[in-house]
């Protein structure tokens, strides 16, 4: 069974940096791809990141040179490096695995 847990959002300034985790059981990583979605307050959920197996990365353009994508298989952590935030970066974040498995989520609020 697969399972995802996300962790590691919050309220942060704008310029900050967060650190998302992506706790997951040790099926999720023996599928290819996963990574990070996420769902700004009325608009549609969108693609933040993307790692494979093999170590091939995709970024939004919205996020790429502030946001770093990463995995430890060690741990079967999943993590989303945030830097230099923007309001425009609020919105609840999800992991996934495979486009398929989904976390509930972790909200993400960059405010003064």
């Known amino acids: 069974q697969v399972q995802l847990v996300e962790s590691g959002g919050g309220l942060v300034q704008p310029g900050g940096s967060l650190r998302l985790s992506c706790a997951a059981s040790?099926?999720?990583?023996?599928?290819?791809?996963m990574g990070w979605y996420r769902q700004a307050p009325g608009k549609e959920r969108e693609l933040v990141a993307t790692?494979?197996?093999?170590?091939?990365?995709n970024y939004a353009d919205s996020v790429k040179g502030r946001f770093t994508i990463s995995r430890d298989n060690a741990k079967n952590t999943l993590y989303l490096q945030m830097n230099s935030l923007k309001p425009e970066d609020t919105a609840v974040y999800y992991c996934?695995?495979?486009?398929?498995?989904w976390g509930k989520g972790t909200l993400v609020t960059v405010s003064s």
């Open positions: 996934h695995a495979g486009y398929t498995y």
């Open positions: 040790a099926s999720a990583f023996t599928i290819n791809a």
């Open positions: 790692i494979t197996n093999g170590g091939s990365l």
